[in-house]
């Protein structure tokens, strides 16, 4: 089994900054992929970012520029540095591992609120 630690979501100001983090540990052979997903009030889940083993990153096209994924792969642990945040940025944010055998993770969730 894999858990995985999320922590850094909170209140902000429009415009303001928050990072997240996410460490993973247990059984964890190779992760092939680790990122972030959120879901506001009455929406479906959606990608946010990604980050592959080699380093490849995607972005959904409303943070692209605003928002950084990056991977700490000793530690197992995936950030998101999030800026110029919106208040449509608002909502619970997932962390989101695979593994090359084959078997994705979440995380419990964290809340962003950017509201003033």
């Known amino acids: 089994q894999v858990q995985l630690v999320e922590s850094g979501g909170g209140l902000v100001q429009p415009g303001g900054s928050l990072r997240l983090s996410c460490a993973a540990s247990g059984t964890i052979f190779s992760i092939a992929y680790m990122g972030w997903f959120r879901q506001a009030a009455g929406k479906q889940r959606e990608l946010v970012a990604r980050?592959?083993?080699?380093?490849?990153?995607v972005y959904d096209y409303s943070v692209k520029g605003r928002f950084t994924i990056s991977r700490d792969n000793p530690k197992n642990t995936v950030f998101l540095q999030m800026s110029s945040l919106k208040p449509e940025d608002t909502a619970v944010y997932y962390c989101?591992?695979?593994?090359?055998?084959?078997?994705?993770?979440w995380g419990q969730g964290t809340q962003v609120t950017v509201s003033s």
């Open positions: 989101n591992v695979g593994l090359f055998r084959g078997g994705e993770f």
């Open positions: 980050i592959r083993s080699g380093g490849t990153t």
